[in-house]
């Protein structure tokens, strides 16, 4: 891979319950569900390509909560980076606004368990992760005298 991207993406929580879209045919992960996720277009913030791809893959409004991690990516993504939003369902009834998924629900986990539909591998851990309560959430620290809504240190 010749250039560096940035992708994001959103674990949106409405109670017990997490959003997951299913991506739709002719995506390289085709009927399998996954987190909201996509790359940081030019010019547009990793918080504001978060809060974009719940709305078009998953519609529903959602607002960044914190910071869950930062992933590399392996081939053939290899030197390219995903930022993964800790989110919360703001409003909204899950449907894709767009072609890149074709279904959105949000799901326990026992309705995740019962799914007899593939789950891309990395979302499953992902949200098998948050469900367990083993992730470290890092919120927005307001005192960063930068004053960004991005800022997680």
């Not at 991690?69 to 390219?80: D, I, N, S, T, Y």
């Not at 992730?135 to 240190?153: E, Y």
């Amino acid at each position: 891979m010749n250039k560096t991207f940035v992708y994001v993406g959103a674990v949106v929580c409405k109670g017990d319950e997490i959003l997951l879209v299913r991506q739709a045919k002719g995506h390289s992960l085709e009927g399998q569900w996954t987190v909201p996720w996509g790359a940081v277009e030019c010019g547009e913030s990793p918080i504001s390509t978060v809060i974009r791809e719940a709305w078009e893959e998953g519609g529903i409004d959602a607002e960044v909560v914190g910071l869950l991690g930062v992933q590399e990516l392996p081939a053939p993504q290899e030197g390219c980076v995903a930022i993964i939003y800790s989110c919360r369902h703001v409003s909204g009834t899950p449907e894709p606004k767009d072609r890149e998924t074709d279904a959105a629900a949000y799901y326990s986990l026992s309705q995740l368990d019962a799914l007899h539909e593939p789950v891309e591998p990395w979302s499953d851990w992902l949200i098998r992760r948050v469900f367990a309560g083993d992730v470290a959430v890092i919120p927005a620290d307001r005192t960063n005298p930068l004053q960004m809504r991005g800022a997680f240190v």
